[in-house]
């Protein structure tokens, strides 16, 4: 990780990127009402691709190259429903009631780049997993709180795995979060949990510092495997998971929630 490389965005800057952010989160909020048993993902799909596209920006994660022998992401949506964490290829799936569904989205207008998550309930569902998604929004949340200039990022991300543990759930380690500008994936990586690596490394929060911040919190063990379509990320005990993400840039107040 080249740590020195992260880039500091300007105030105007950042208001591009709070127009790309608006973007998103008008599509998962679409999104979120159409979340119905029998719903499909590619009606889903289809329907944030349309949005983006009448507002003016076009969708990130349509044509991601892909690991190993999985081709280009063929979704405009991550659609991640139950066990799936992310990266949930949308399609002829169609919604159940008691399901949990993920859904990612993010968009770039005028070159800039916005990103973020929900995770929605499909009717009724059981309430381990409805404390589940709480617990995990609450996570981002909390990560945004205490994200301050002269913030050390280790200190949010032990608050972070603190807080999830104690719920006894746990905290993904292969996933994390990311630095966001005029691409999709910038440094620093953010992660959601503390490590040597991150204390040797740290991340001094600064401002014009423009984080996704994606808290990934799984039902039972933190492990986590690719499905044989090469893109979908799934639970290996296959416990439910759950996602949240939120934009962010760092202020000279506080922080300012790009995608709120």
Request: net charge negative; aromatic share 6%.
């Amino acid at each position: 990780m080249a740590w020195n490389r992260i880039r500091i965005k300007t105030p105007q800057e950042i208001e591009k990127m709070r127009q790309a952010g608006r973007i998103v989160r008008q599509v998962l909020t679409r999104l979120g009402e159409m979340v119905a048993p029998g719903m499909t993902t590619g009606e889903m799909d289809r329907e944030a691709e349309r949005l983006c596209h009448a507002m003016g920006a076009q969708c990130l994660f349509k044509g991601v190259p892909g690991r190993g022998k999985a081709g280009p992401f063929p979704g405009n949506i991550c659609a991640s429903i139950n066990e799936q964490l992310v990266h949930g290829i949308p399609g002829r799936t169609a919604l159940r009631e008691g399901d949990i569904i993920s859904v990612d989205f993010g968009v770039r207008l005028n070159s800039w780049c916005g990103d973020a998550a929900m995770t929605y309930c499909v009717g009724h569902i059981r309430p381990e997993v409805a404390h589940l998604v709480e617990v995990t929004r609450r996570t981002l949340d909390m990560a945004v709180a205490l994200s301050a200039p002269g913030e050390r990022w280790s200190n949010i991300a032990r608050a972070m795995q603190r807080y999830v543990e104690g719920e006894n759930y746990s905290v993904v380690r292969d996933f994390v979060g990311h630095g966001i500008g005029t691409e999709m994936w910038e440094d620093p990586k953010v992660p959601n949990f503390f490590s040597r690596e991150l204390e040797a490394h740290d991340i001094l929060l600064e401002p014009g510092m423009v984080l996704a911040v994606e808290p990934m919190v799984n039902m039972g063990s933190p492990h986590v495997k690719y499905a044989e379509d090469g893109w979908t990320v799934v639970t290996k005990d296959g416990q439910p998971c759950a996602h949240f993400e939120h934009t962010i840039a760092i202020t000279r107040t506080g922080v300012d929630v790009l995608t709120a």
